[in-house]
Nanobody
């Protein structure tokens, strides 16, 4: 069992930056791939980024590539999402999620087993 808690959301102007954190409980955190997803009302939850359990591999949605960076510190049981050059269309609730399957790095939200409660990111124009 893993419990995830996101933090770091807030209101920022377009062009600004935020860093989201996803803190996890559980001693097996370092075996899970961790993904970030986002959702706006009335739309499907969409993939943003994922990092492999070791932290050695990452993958990004095209819409955030070059602007967002996912990283993890397994000694702190924490995954980060550094968001730069934010745009109004990045406004959403951001969720982190853990995938129990070994060695995966899925973009599919249905592959994930544990979810945090979400943190709101609002980018003003």
């Amino acid at each position: 069992q893993v419990q995830l808690v996101e933090s770091g959301g807030g209101l920022v102007q377009a062009g600004g930056s935020l860093r989201l954190s996803c803190a996890a409980s559980g001693r097996t955190f370092n075996i899970y791939a961790i993904g970030w997803f986002r959702q706006v009302p009335g739309k499907e939850r969409e993939f943003v980024a994922v990092v492999r359990s070791s932290g050695g591999s990452t993958s990004y949605a095209d819409s955030v590539k070059g602007r967002f960076t996912i990283s993890r510190d397994n000694t702190k049981n924490t995954v980060y999402l550094q968001m730069n050059s934010l745009k109004p269309e990045d406004t959403a609730v951001y969720y982190c999620a853990a995938d129990r399957a070994i060695g995966t790095m899925s973009r599919n939200k249905d592959a994930y087993d544990y979810w945090g409660q979400g943190t709101q990111v609002t980018v003003s124009s």
